[in-house]
């Protein structure tokens, strides 16, 4: 295969003779590297290279202009409309969201020559007659708005005024100042000069140039395309070329160089559709790894497209050992590195600093940081007891003093991390520059150059914010700082280091103009990806686009179709990856250029479809099960002898697992910060709560004009109830506040109720949180069981006793109803009743009490009335017999379920095992 640089080259050297004189522009530095090597590999004699620059530098000589970065200009730009706007400006913050759209239309303007005057008396008059109404008066925010558009060309004017001051300008601007330029850079140049080669869509300003030189003779012109596009009057790939060939006058009597067949020659076509992004990397690492084994694939001929460059660090990852060497041609953006990571969570953490201080999961995700962890002396022991007190003592929000008394050791890192004066980007900015030095002699002290490096270019970020800190005095707040800081990082990148011209390559599509490979793997042929699809980040409307010939998303997938096709021309083997699980992200669905590809009549075979996806096997769920060995059973017995809870054993019936791990192996659940209130200090504040409404009354007939004095007490003794087991939580805002409300809401109701019922019963209130425990022998045990539990009220309604159980759950009447003995301890929807037994039990053993009932208070179901334990038939469905009262039958027969549910838990043979479901 022969490439079109080496066409091109043996086409130069058989007319000119080749040294420094000889200009030769290029669309990129990639195509600039390869074609010196043709060149040098050309001859086999010593001389002056010719001159190679790329079409943008080509351009910034002709200008006479210096290329301003995209952050200068935005600054600059910010300056120039402040200065005409005044006090009505928008803040710089704001103003970052819109000048970039702003300052890339004024590149459009500008590249493609458009008469500035007539547009943006257009763009003007679209605006008016969008906001015209009836009305003659406009309002504020109209006017507003209308006096922005009409100021825009004179924005226009007066930024480019203030940046030719300075000699530097935006590429349009540069460009503009070239088209300006060219006759007279003519005229000091030989004739056939220059070189242009492998162009394709050229801008006003571009195709300006060129056609100058080409008119004077001072230059010529080669195309990478092959003639099979331009044939084709509808096929996208040949669009611009065509249009040239049509309107340029050097066409009239000069004829296309460089077009060559080679587009339906024999090629192996593979389509890939992968499930997901970081498949396709993956597949990708599985092609690389057969091509080592394979002569067919050289890997100097091999190219890996990236369609989307977010792939770049999964791909890295799947590149198998084998592959020797590969050159990547783009850089790593630094946003995607650790320390430009550590540096947006540590200006964030300033940004969301408030007057009670830092939310604790900011604090954690910093100090959580890899990077951070190596600024402590005893990272552990810091870090360890910083999640000990958030946790113990629930801190939701953290002041800076609290973080600094953590750590003698380490209390002069935490006092520069953690400061209440950075409140300005000068003040963050020293810090930044602090925190970077500790963390480089960190570094060099491990040797990690890698880290280092990292370090290094997000230091270079730091130094230029300083510099523009220092120009200009409106990036006065952190989110200035801190959009300022995303801005550069987004931009910045880091090479890799590696030798360009040996081994695979690795590219975004861009990078490979001009460069063919025999074998090439594209990945994310997706629409929304390639081609990129009608996304428009512009004021100018597609219509006035249109009008003054503006590159639109027609011109844009004119762009992609070429790039894809060029890339196929002299290859041979071709593997097209798309993703077949399309989303927002990750790109829409199968390209419409591998649609295109079907339709194509090549020969029957050369293109292969495949689905390619990973092996999985499905493996049959594992059922958890712990058996019981002797320390088991003994750990069992402790249990035992020390009590089982109503609530343990319940917790048994609904999982016996989860019984072994709370209550066995005694291990707790990781106490995580409540900075809303969870159920069980809802239900523990309730609990508390009604004990302190409600002691008074113990041992005495309820009054509906005593309780009804309790009731102004509830938000006392609630707010008293949270302070004691719910501390360091404001309860006046958010989820916290509601929560406190509704509690009240519950107690007040409740006793409202209470009052309608003292007032037509008589109700006697005999205990409230009563502790009780008993011992029971069980038949076939060598020991007692001891059972105990605290009863939340004991009491007399017209002298029936009643066991009450207070729910702040959801609770059904099915629940706490029994019709087969057997399923109070098989049943996990049994587990109220269960525990009401338990209760009942304890009591009867300690008072001997023969008939009595027990209920549940549903507090989230109060209308409802209490929920009464009771026995029922089997038949009759919703009209069985229902019996409420608890008898000492009642009880032997809940005593006989009892005794088998704790032969079970002893019986060594019955492992824990997890439910079915």
């Known amino acids: 295969m022969k490439t079109f640089l080496e066409e091109v080259v043996s086409d130069i050297i058989s007319e000119k003779v080749v040294d420094d004189d000889l200009v030769l522009v290029v669309p990129s530095k990639r195509a600039s590297l390869f074609l010196l090597q043709k060149f040098a590999q050309s001859t086999s004699k010593a001389g002056f290279a010719p001159t190679i620059y790329t079409i943008e530098e080509f351009i910034g000589l002709v200008s006479g202009l210096t290329y301003a970065s995209n952050t200068q200009l935005i600054f600059e730009l910010y300056q120039v409309y402040k200065t005409i706007h005044g006090k009505k400006a928008d803040n710089f913050h704001d103003f970052s969201n819109w000048g970039n759209t702003l300052l890339q239309d004024f590149n459009e303007i500008d590249r493609y020559l458009i008469p500035q005057k007539k547009l943006f008396d257009y763009l003007s008059a679209i605006q008016e007659t969008n906001h015209w109404y009836v009305k003659p008066e406009k309002t504020p925010m109209i006017?507003?708005?209308?006096?922005?558009?009409?100021?825009?060309?004179?924005?226009?004017?007066?930024?480019?005024?203030?940046?030719?001051?300075?000699?530097?300008?935006?590429?349009?601007?540069?460009?503009?100042?070239?088209?300006?330029?060219?006759?007279?850079?003519?005229?000091?140049?030989?004739?056939?000069?220059?070189?242009?080669?492998?162009?394709?869509?050229?801008?006003?300003?571009e195709s300006t140039i060129i056609q100058s030189l080409l008119d004077q003779k001072k230059a010529e012109i080669y195309w990478d395309i092959d003639p099979f596009f331009i044939e084709d009057p509808v096929h996208d790939a040949g669009y611009f070329v065509r249009s040239y060939l049509k309107n340029w006058s050097h066409f009239e009597k000069n004829t296309l160089k460089g077009p060559a067949p080679n587009y339906l020659k024999e090629k192996n076509i593979n389509i890939i559709g992968v499930p997901r992004n970081v498949s396709q990397a993956k597949y990708v690492g599985s092609l690389l790894q057969q091509f080592t084994s394979d002569k067919q694939h050289s890997p100097q001929r091999t190219a890996v497209i990236l369609g989307d460059e977010n792939l770049l660090n999964p791909l890295l990852n799947s590149i198998p050992d084998v592959v020797s060497s590969i050159n990547i041609t783009m850089g790593l953006p630094l946003s995607q590195t650790p320390a430009a990571s550590l540096y947006s969570e540590f200006i964030a953490l300033y940004l969301n600093w408030n007057s009670k201080g830092w939310y604790y999961n900011d604090i954690i995700s910093l100090v959580s940081h890899p990077y951070i962890k190596r600024l402590f002396k005893e990272p552990e022991e810091t870090l360890t007891r910083l999640y000990k007190e958030i946790r113990e003592k629930n801190w939701v929000y953290i002041q800076p003093e609290q973080l600094h008394n953590l750590s003698e050791e380490d209390r002069s890192i935490l006092q520069v991390l953690f400061s209440r004066n950075y409140t300005s980007p000068g003040n963050l900015l020293d810090a930044s520059i602090e925190v970077a030095q500790e963390l480089k002699d960190r570094f060099e002290s491990f040797g990690d150059s890698i880290a280092l490096e990292y370090l290094a270019k997000t230091i270079t970020v730091i130094n230029e914010i300083k510099i523009y800190l220092n120009k200009f005095d409106f990036i006065n707040d952190i989110k200035s700082f801190q959009s300022l800081f995303r801005e550069l990082t987004n931009k910045e990148t880091l090479d890799f280091y590696g030798k360009p011209l040996e081994g695979i390559q690795l590219m975004g599509m861009l990078e490979s103009r001009n460069l063919d490979f025999e074998t090439v793997i594209i990945t994310s042929l997706n629409e929304g990806i390639l081609p990129s699809g009608k996304t428009s980040g512009s004021f100018i409307p597609f219509d006035l686009k249109q009008e003054f010939k503006m590159p639109t998303y027609k011109e844009k997938d004119a762009v992609y179709t070429y790039h894809f096709y060029r890339l196929l021309q002299r290859a041979k083997n071709i593997y097209l990856l798309y993703n077949t699980e399309p989303d927002v992200l990750e790109g829409g669905e199968k390209s419409r250029f591998i649609s295109q590809l079907l339709s194509e009549n090549r020969i029957e075979g050369s293109i292969r479809q495949i689905i390619a996806s990973p092996s999985m096997s499905l493996t049959a769920p594992i059922k958890k099960s712990v058996a019981k060995d002797v320390s088991v059973?003994?750990?069992?017995?402790?249990?035992?002898?020390?009590?089982?809870?109503?609530?343990?054993?319940?917790?048994?019936?609904?999982?016996?697992?989860?019984?072994?791990?709370?209550?066995?192996?005694?291990?707790?659940?990781s106490e995580e910060v409540e900075e809303n209130i969870a159920a069980n200090t809802f239900g523990t504040i309730i609990h508390a709560s009604i004990e302190i409404l409600y002691q008074p009354f113990v041992g005495s007939v309820l009054s509906p004009e005593a309780i009804r004095e309790r009731i102004s007490l509830i938000p006392e003794v609630v707010r008293n109830a949270f302070s004691e087991y719910y501390p360091n939580v404001s309860l006046t805002e958010g989820k916290n506040l509601i929560a406190y409300h509704v509690i009240q809401r519950y107690l007040q109701k409740f006793l409202e109720m209470e009052i309608e019922s003292s007032r037509n019963h008589k109700i006697e209130l005999l205990a409230v949180e009563e502790e009780l425990s008993t011992t029971i022998t069980v038949q076939g045990l060598e020991f007692p069981i001891c059972l105990k539990g605290t009863i939340d009220r004991i009491d007399k309604k017209d002298g029936v006793l009643r066991i009450l159980d207070y729910k702040t759950g959801n609770t059904k009447n099915?629940?706490?109803?029994?019709?087969?003995?057997?399923?109070?301890?098989?049943?996990?929807?049994?587990?109220?009743?269960?525990?009401?037994?338990?209760?009942?039990?304890?009591?009867?053993?300690?008072?001997?009490?023969?008939?009595?009932?027990?209920?549940?208070?549903?507090?989230?179901?109060?209308?409802?009335?209490?929920?009464?334990?009771?026995?029922?038939?089997?038949?009759?469905?919703?009209?069985?017999?229902?019996?409420?009262?608890?008898?000492?039958?009642?009880?032997?027969?809940?005593?006989?379920?009892?005794?088998?549910?704790?032969?079970?838990?002893?019986d060594q043979e019955v492992a824990f095992e997890a439910p079915q479901n």
């Open 633 to 669: 059973l003994s750990l069992l017995r402790e249990r035992a002898r020390k009590g089982f809870s109503p609530s343990s054993l319940s917790s048994y019936i609904r999982d016996p697992i989860d019984f072994y791990k709370k209550y066995v192996l005694r291990i707790r659940e």
């Open 814 to 906: 099915t629940e706490v109803e029994i019709t087969e003995w057997d399923t109070i301890t098989t049943e996990p929807d049994k587990g109220k009743a269960f525990q009401m037994m338990a209760y009942s039990l304890m009591y009867y053993e300690k008072y001997g009490m023969e008939n009595f009932e027990a209920a549940i208070i549903p507090f989230r179901s109060l209308e409802n009335g209490f929920m009464r334990f009771c026995t029922k038939e089997a038949s009759g469905g919703r009209y069985a017999k229902k019996d409420y009262t608890i008898t000492p039958a009642t009880l032997f027969a809940f005593r006989e379920q009892f005794q088998l549910l704790m032969r079970k838990i002893f």
């Open 143 to 205: 006017e507003a708005y209308i006096e922005f558009w009409n100021s825009l060309e004179t924005i226009y004017h007066q930024f480019s005024k203030h940046l030719l001051s300075q000699n530097i300008g935006y590429q349009g601007l540069v460009y503009r100042k070239a088209s300006e330029n060219i006759e007279e850079y003519a005229a000091e140049m030989n004739e056939g000069s220059h070189y242009f080669i492998g162009f394709n869509a050229l801008n006003t300003s």
